[in-house]
């Protein structure tokens, strides 16, 4: 009797037979399409487009970095038909080490390098010993043995003069082999990071996994996003006064840098203020106890932290290093082109879109990228304090006319194609007035001299004392324009009632006084006027008091 399967049997096998069975994930070429970086993280977008037959596939986005965050991969899909997306995840990838003709050529350039540093090494080898025979000539004239004559003066005269020829050679040649070894050592190490670079050396990278279902043939978009940290930018500015103009010219740039395990090339770069890491609700507070004290439990009595502290914390040493290489970074950005970004703004942060693409390599460096360029209307007046510096700053006062927030950054000013000084912009927001510092300006010079002091003595005895200072204060508008100036000088300010301070001069002019003794001047100079004013002041005390605090 033959042997018959049980009908059950046959109906599963048939539909087994009928799943089709998912092939090993298709690695599908994809490239960085665009990136929104914060001030401590970026979001990369990566896209994809492949052609698909129907069913189900996994499409592997290869050789992202390794220090991807897995919890933020978020991915979505277009099709020419009906499909669906079931799941993305990620995993390790380790790359394999590259085999192509420039591997090759590099090996065999180091190859060579390794032969012109044996030789270097053996002849300075030959030179050292060359170096010895001539000291131990040196020596056995100098010091014959048993029944050997002591050289004549003249032998004594060649035999040196042999020996500084010869000595020089050696000590110039080995000079010449020290600085081909330091050159040969510089290309080695060059070679060798192009060798690494290419081959990867079985360099590890993660890769993302995405489960799509299409119901018949497709062309498919894929798009893939992720955060990467080790990624951050800072806004910086360039005000620029030129002579004549009554407009400051504004650069509103972003600094950005990253060292995040890829290269973003020619990408469409957006960059923002959002703070990711606070999340969507208010911290919960824990409850604050107050009780008898215990050692034991003294630490518990105290609130706890806010979720976000920590983070908080590693922002605020973030920004101390920014800071700190602030000055190294000045002189060796790389600039991009000069464009106008597109903001959006927010209740509680903005964002900039750059319109010019941008690269920005994976290896730290700071570039520039141009958010914005406008023109601030401005009205402008010199401050100066003559008795501690005599010299005039220019100020500006400013609102900003625009539609950007400025955010807190550095701020380097120029009077014409002069630098003048690097300082600190607050947060300013549109239509907001502020003022600016523009440096001193020499076209604007102030004085102060002291003309006089003298002491006498009043009252009926000659029992108070009174010093008198008197200073000359000189002013000069070297300008081609009307100019206001603004200059403080001070009283002294008693402390004691016995102790009298008199304004003696200057009397009837518009001067302002300050209850802490501080006085300001204010004037209108012609372009080319001088104008001076005497400060004199007395202070009066009995003279058996001893008073601190004057000069």
């Known amino acids: 009797m033959p042997f018959r399967f049980h009908p059950l049997i046959l109906a599963m096998a048939g539909a087994l037979a009928s799943t089709p069975l998912l092939a090993a994930p298709q690695v599908a070429d994809s490239r960085i399409s665009a990136v929104t970086v914060y001030t401590d993280r970026a979001i990369v977008t990566r896209t994809a487009t492949l052609q698909l037959p129907a069913g189900q596939h996994?499409?592997?986005?290869?050789?992202?970095?390794?220090?991807?965050?897995?919890?933020?991969?978020?991915?979505?899909?277009?099709?020419?038909?009906?499909?669906?997306?079931?799941?993305?995840?990620?995993?390790?990838?380790?790359?394999?080490?590259?085999?192509?003709n420039r591997l090759q050529q590099l090996d065999a350039q180091l190859r060579d390098i390794e032969r012109q540093e044996r030789e270097i090494s053996d002849r300075g080898s030959v030179l050292e010993n060359q170096k010895q025979f001539l000291a131990d000539i040196q020596a056995s004239s100098t010091k014959p043995g048993k029944?050997?004559?002591?050289?004549?003066?003249?032998?004594?005269?060649n035999l040196l003069q042999m020996s500084e020829g010869n000595l020089g050679r050696i000590l110039d040649e080995q000079r010449k082999l020290d600085q081909q070894s330091?050159?040969?050592?510089?290309?080695?190490?060059?070679?060798?990071?192009?060798?690494?670079?290419?081959?990867?050396?079985g360099t590890h990278y993660k890769r993302a996994i995405l489960r799509v279902a299409l119901e018949k043939p497709a062309q498919v978009r894929l798009q893939l996003s992720y955060t990467l940290y080790d990624a951050s930018w800072r806004p910086a500015y360039d005000a620029r006064l030129r002579d004549g103009e009554d407009k400051i010219e504004m650069s509103y740039q972003g600094i950005?840098?990253?060292?995040?395990?890829?290269?973003?090339?020619?990408?469409?770069?957006?960059?923002?203020?959002?703070?990711?890491?606070?999340?969507?609700?208010?911290?919960?507070?824990?409850?604050?106890?107050?009780?008898?004290?215990?050692?034991?439990?003294?630490?518990?009595?105290?609130?706890?932290?806010?979720?976000?502290?920590?983070?908080?914390?590693?922002?605020?040493?973030?920004?101390?290093r920014f800071v700190a290489d602030e000055q190294a970074v000045a002189g060796s950005l790389a600039e991009m082109p000069v464009a106008v970004a597109e903001v959006s703004a927010a209740t509680t942060?903005?964002?900039?879109?750059?319109?010019?693409?941008?690269?920005?390599?994976?290896?730290?460096?700071?570039?520039?990228?141009?958010?914005?360029?406008?023109?601030?209307?401005a009205t402008f007046r010199y401050l100066a304090t003559p008795s501690l510096r005599e010299a005039a700053y220019l100020q500006a006062?400013?609102?900003?006319?625009?539609?950007?927030?400025?955010?807190?950054?550095?701020?380097n000013t120029y009077l014409g194609n002069t630098f003048?000084?690097?300082?600190?912009?607050?947060?300013?927001?549109?239509?907001?007035?502020?003022?600016?510092?523009?440096?001193?300006?020499?076209?604007?010079?102030?004085?102060?001299?002291?003309?006089?002091?003298?002491?006498?003595?009043?009252?009926?005895?000659?029992?108070r004392k009174r010093v008198t200072y008197e200073f000359r204060i000189d002013a000069q508008n070297n300008h081609k324009s009307e100019?206001?100036?603004?200059?403080?000088?001070?009283?002294?300010?008693?402390?004691?009632?016995?102790?009298?301070?008199?304004?003696?001069?200057?009397?009837?002019?518009?001067?302002?006084?300050?209850?802490?003794?501080?006085?300001?001047?204010?004037?209108?100079?012609?372009?080319?006027?001088?104008?001076?004013?005497?400060?004199?002041?007395?202070?009066?005390?009995?003279?058996?008091?001893?008073?601190?605090?004057?000069?």
């Not at 933020?72 to 192509?100: F, G, N």
Request: glycine letters at 6%; proline letters at 7%.
């Open 483 to 551: 100019q206001r100036l603004q200059f403080k000088d001070q009283l002294p300010v008693s402390r004691n009632e016995q102790i009298k301070v008199a304004l003696l001069e200057p009397e009837g002019q518009a001067i302002a006084r300050e209850d802490d003794g501080k006085l300001l001047w204010d004037w209108q100079l012609k372009p080319g006027e001088k104008r001076s004013t005497t400060l004199k002041f007395s202070v009066e005390y009995p003279k058996e008091l001893e008073v601190s605090g004057l000069d």
């Open 349 to 377: 942060s903005a964002s900039f879109h750059i319109p010019t693409r941008a690269t920005l390599n994976s290896d730290g460096s700071s570039q520039k990228v141009s958010i914005a360029q406008f023109k601030l209307p």
């Open 256 to 320: 950005v840098r990253q060292s995040s395990g890829e290269d973003w090339t020619n990408v469409d770069l957006t960059l923002s203020t959002a703070r990711p890491n606070l999340g969507s609700s208010v911290p919960a507070l824990s409850p604050w106890f107050v009780d008898t004290f215990d050692p034991r439990t003294a630490l518990a009595a105290r609130p706890a932290p806010a979720p976000a502290a920590p983070m908080m914390a590693m922002e605020a040493k973030k920004a101390q």
């Open 420 to 463: 003048v000084a690097s300082g600190q912009l607050r947060a300013v927001m549109p239509g907001e007035t502020f003022e600016l510092a523009l440096g001193g300006d020499e076209a604007m010079s102030i004085k102060r001299k002291l003309v006089n002091r003298y002491t006498d003595y009043t009252g009926l005895t000659g029992g």
């Open 58 to 100: 996994e499409i592997a986005l290869e050789q992202l970095p390794l220090r991807i965050d897995d919890n933020s991969l978020q991915a979505s899909l277009s099709a020419s038909a009906a499909a669906t997306l079931l799941d993305v995840s990620s995993a390790p990838q380790v790359s394999p080490p590259s085999e192509d």
């Open 147 to 157: 029944n050997q004559a002591l050289p004549s003066i003249d032998e004594l005269k």
């Open 397 to 411: 006062d400013t609102r900003n006319a625009s539609d950007y927030p400025l955010l807190p950054g550095t701020l």
């Open 182 to 201: 330091e050159e040969l050592q510089q290309r080695r190490q060059e070679l060798e990071n192009q060798r690494s670079h290419l081959a990867g050396d």
